[in-house]
C-alpha cells in the first residue's frame, strides 16, 4: 500500500434507496460541508506521488445485526484495492479461511483474461461485514471467492455506486475519495465552463509592466 | 459446496421468480425452505435453522443473467 494519509470529513447529502443496509456514525453539526442537510461520511486517500492502485486498510466480518447487539463476529483487517472493472466484491481465500465463513450462495462469474477471452466459473458467495474507513458499514455484503493481485479484499461497483467516488492527479499525488451516500454530481465539464465564464466576464486589467 | 441447491435455482429459475419476484429464498437440496424480504434476516434465522454451509441464499429478480458476476481485472477464480 502506498504511504498515504486518510482524512475523514463529515458530509451530508438526501439518502438514496440502496439495497444494502449502511450504516453511518454521526457528524459533528459544526463541521459539515457545503450543500448537505444529512450526515454522511466520507474518507480522503492521499498518496505521496502517483499509485496505479487504489488501496485502503478495511475490515471484515461474518454479517451480522450490530443492532443486535454482542457477541459479534471476529473482524479482521485486511488491504482493500478499488476496482471499477468488478460488477462486485470479492474476498480471497485468506480471508474466508481466517473468519472462518461458510458459504450461502453461489454465483457464476465472468473474468475477462488474456486476448480478451472471457473465462466463466462458478464460485462460492458468502455475506459479510465491510467496515471501510471513513466509519461506514455496510451490512450483509454478498461477497464472492477469488485471488486478488495486490490484496485480499477487491471492492466492486456494488459498493462504489453507494455513494461518490472521485480520483485526483493534481500536482503529481493521487488522492482518491469516497462519500456515502451520494451526495451532488460531479461534472467537469461543467466546471470548466462555469471557470471560462468567471473568467471570460472580468474587465480587462491593465497589463502591468 | 451449495452447487446442488445453485443447479436447482438455475433450471427452475424462470419459476421462482414468478413466484417470488424480488424475494430471497433459502433453498435445501431441492426445496424452497424459506422466504425473506432479505438477505440478512435470511441469513441469521437459516444459520439459526440449519447451520451454515447447509442452505443457498438467492434473490430472484426478474432479470436475465441475474446471478452472473463479471470482472475486467485483478482476480482470478478457479
Redesign the interface.
Known sequence: MPACEELTRPAVSLPRSVPL?VQLSPAPASTAVRFQQYPTFGFTTKAQGIVRELANQVFVSE???PAAGPPEPVKQSYIA?W?T????T?ISRKVVQELNL???????????GAGDKV?E????TY?VNLFLPNNVLI??I?V???????GDV?I?MDVITHGDFAITNYNGQTWWTFRVPSNEPIDFVQEIEEHKKTHSSRPASTPEH | ???R??HYYKTHERELVERYPGKFIAIVGEEVVGVFD???TA??E?KKKYG??K????ECLPVK?S????????????
Open positions: 443496509k454479517a451480522y445485526n484495492i476496482d472493472g468488478a460488477t462486485n470479492v461458510q458459504a450461502s450462495g453461489r454465483i457464476q462469474v465472468q473474468a475477462v473465462h466459473y462458478e464460485t462460492d455475506l451490512i450483509g454478498r464472492s471467492e477469488g485471488t486478488i493481485g495486490g477487491l466492486g | 459446496m451449495l452447487e441447491e445453485f432479505d438477505e440478512l441469513y441469521l437459516m451454515l454451509g442452505f443457498l441464499l438467492q443473467n446471478h452472473v458476476q463479471r470482472y475486467h481485472s485483478r482476480v482470478a477464480f478457479r
